[in-house]
């Protein structure tokens, strides 16, 4: 699969995100959170972002940043690299930490259309609730998991000087500082963990929610055509179109995974986190595989299932599986399929 563009410009906005090796942890300790944390902060005082949003996670991480100067690539490489170091140094490995290449998605952030930056905001900060990890409904509260820059939007902890929440703060409607923002974004997050609100904008919140996770970019199509103006003339003709048809490609696999995960009873967070091993995991790089134009290398990343040529043996493992489970997982997809 060809690498995605990346797109660097002032005042550029991203979300950001990036697995653990073969779907391994990142994270071993509590340790090497305040470590990616600190090295978080120097990248920010030599690159000069605005950090929005964070959350740690046992084998990714998620960053809202805004890069004011077109330093992205520069400053994720030192970033990434840094970290990899230090952890390899303090827990006496080596080699590689993160999976391939991160993944940084242009969010529109132009006046009036702040809908997704703020959707990203939420979707980042909502990560340990989708994990079932704290939140409503469990035992713990949300802002009970301390690394997320939640706790600090709310008053529930110190906010460090390098965050920034003004801007998510007024996404919302509210103050840009101040108790009041505070309560107020608590209270619209734990309304979202209820599935609560506006209907028409939980429904166009849902929509982004499908291209943060499928898409090469996060807003209309204005904010499209703006992207690719910014590639230039390596944008034009036969590059361009490529694009566009990998893009609907795209669009078909992550719509017919919606519906095998709809199929198996399965969450996204929880396919994801599943061995590559696993019969239910199998059958849907199987299924995506038959029944798309996309690689096994697009397969094997967006599954979580490390190497390409890992995702393909296990496609194939399924493929001549012949086991009462395996025949049925077979039948339920074929329903989707024809």
């Not at 939140?135 to 997320?148: A, I, K, R």
Request: with cysteine; glycine share 8%; hydrophobic share 35%.
């Amino acid at each position: 699969m060809p690498r995605q563009p990346r797109f660097e410009y002032p005042g550029a906005s991203y979300h950001v995100m990036c697995r653990g090796n073969h779907g391994d942890p990142i994270f071993l300790q509590d340790g090497d959170r305040k470590m990616f944390l600190a090295t978080l902060v120097e990248a920010w005082q030599m690159m000069g972002w605005n950090i929005h949003a964070y959350v740690l996670m046992r084998n990714h991480y998620h960053l809202l940043l805004e890069t004011p100067e077109p330093n992205l690539v520069a400053g994720m490489k030192w970033f990434q690299g840094s970290y990899t170091q230090r952890f390899n140094a303090l827990h006496r490995t080596r080699g590689h930490l993160f999976q391939g290449r991160y993944k940084a998605t242009p969010v529109q952030v132009g006046d009036g259309d702040l809908v997704y930056f703020r959707t990203v905001s939420s979707y980042i900060h909502l990560n340990p609730f989708r994990a079932h990890l704290c939140g409503v409904g469990f035992e713990q509260n949300l802002e009970s998991y301390e690394w997320s820059s939640y706790p600090a939007y709310i008053g529930a902890c110190e906010r460090p000087k390098w965050l920034s929440c003004s801007r998510v703060y007024r996404t919302h409607g509210l103050p840009s500082e101040g108790s009041a923002a505070m309560k107020g974004y608590q209270a619209i997050l734990n309304k979202r963990m209820r599935g609560a609100g506006d209907p028409a904008e939980l429904a166009q919140e849902e929509e982004i929610l499908k291209q943060i996770r499928r898409g090469w970019y996060l807003g209309d199509e204005k904010f499209r055509d703006h992207l690719v103006d910014q590639l230039g003339e390596s944008a034009e003709g036969d590059n361009l179109r490529g694009e566009v048809r990998r893009l609907h490609n795209e669009q078909g696999a992550e719509s017919l995974l919606g519906e095998v995960l709809k199929n198996l009873q399965l969450s996204e967070e929880l396919l994801l986190g599943l061995k590559p091993t696993v019969l239910q995991k199998q059958a849907t790089a199987w299924v995506l595989h038959k029944n798309t134009s996309m690689t096994i290398q697009w397969i094997a990343g967006r599954l979580n299932m490390g190497h390409r040529s890992n995702a393909s043996r296990n496609v194939h493992a399924f493929e001549i599986n012949n086991s009462e489970e395996a025949n049925i997982l077979r039948e339920k997809l074929h329903v989707l399929t024809g």
